[in-house]
């Protein structure tokens, strides 16, 4: 079952994955800074057509932002998003953080 919660925190997510701030996110929407800040903390619930104008500039589906996030087929993307995303300079570190994650104890 979605929670509102949840599809704030994807929201969050994949705004981070395409490299914006609120604000930039809230100009390239035409939505108040504040709201996007709600949106995102489930404080509102964004209409049908908040979440395909953030789905477009995101350049996410629509119903990516439903996605259960323990979903392998999500966890893939998000984690191909992010590499394929990485400035150049933070490539180094991620691959740490993978090697360290993958580490036998």
Known sequence: VMTRSALGTAL?????????TQAQLAERTGFDPKTI?????STYTPSIDAL??????????PKDFFAEPDDEEEQRAYLFGVI????????????AAVEQALAKP
Do not use: W
Request: hydrophobic residues 40%.
């Open 52 to 61: 395909m104008a953030f789905a477009q500039v995101l350049g996410v589906k």
């Open 37 to 41: 800040s709600r949106f995102e903390t």
């Open 84 to 95: 394929h995303n990485a400035p150049p300079k933070d490539l180094g570190k991620l691959i």
């Open 12 to 20: 969050r997510r994949y705004r981070k994955l395409a490299g914006l």
